[in-house]
């Protein structure tokens, strides 16, 4: 955990901003990303973190490891495939 909340300090955050970046986050996946990292900086071990969100611990790890590499960015979510988004689509039609 301390090694949690020292990257945390890194990036100029603490546990109070995780929560709100939680439910700022602009999806799903980069809510269940920060809420990852909330789990692991209040003591919970990868396996338990993968567990609560149904992720495999080596997922977790990978988002841990962007997050150490690239701070915040690291943990944002960009669609690499399937359908663009609505407003992608509605901008063509024009």
Same mark, same amino acid.
């Given at each position: 955990?301390?090694?949690?909340?020292?990257?945390?300090?890194?990036?100029?955050?603490?546990?109070?901003?995780?929560?709100?970046?939680?439910?700022?986050?602009?999806?799903?996946?980069?809510?269940?990303?920060?809420?990852?990292?909330?789990?692991?900086?209040?003591?919970?071990?990868? #396996?338990?973190?993968?567990?609560?969100?149904?992720?495999?611990?080596? #997922?977790? $790890?990978?988002?841990?490891?962007? =997050?150490?590499?690239?701070?915040?960015?690291?943990?944002? =979510?960009?669609? $690499?495939?399937?359908?663009?988004?609505? $407003?992608?689509?509605?901008?063509?039609? $024009?």
């Amino acid at each position: 955990m301390t090694d949690i909340l020292a990257l945390l300090d890194q990036w100029h955050l603490d546990l109070k901003a995780i929560r709100k970046l939680i439910y700022r986050a602009p999806s799903p996946r980069e809510r269940e990303r920060w809420h990852a990292l909330w789990l692991l900086a209040h003591g919970r071990t990868l #396996t338990e973190v993968a567990e609560a969100l149904d992720r495999d611990p080596h #997922t977790i $790890s990978e988002w841990l490891e962007n =997050f150490r590499e690239h701070g915040p960015v690291g943990l944002s =979510f960009e669609q $690499s495939g399937g359908s663009p988004p609505p $407003s992608a689509r509605r901008n063509r039609r $024009s």
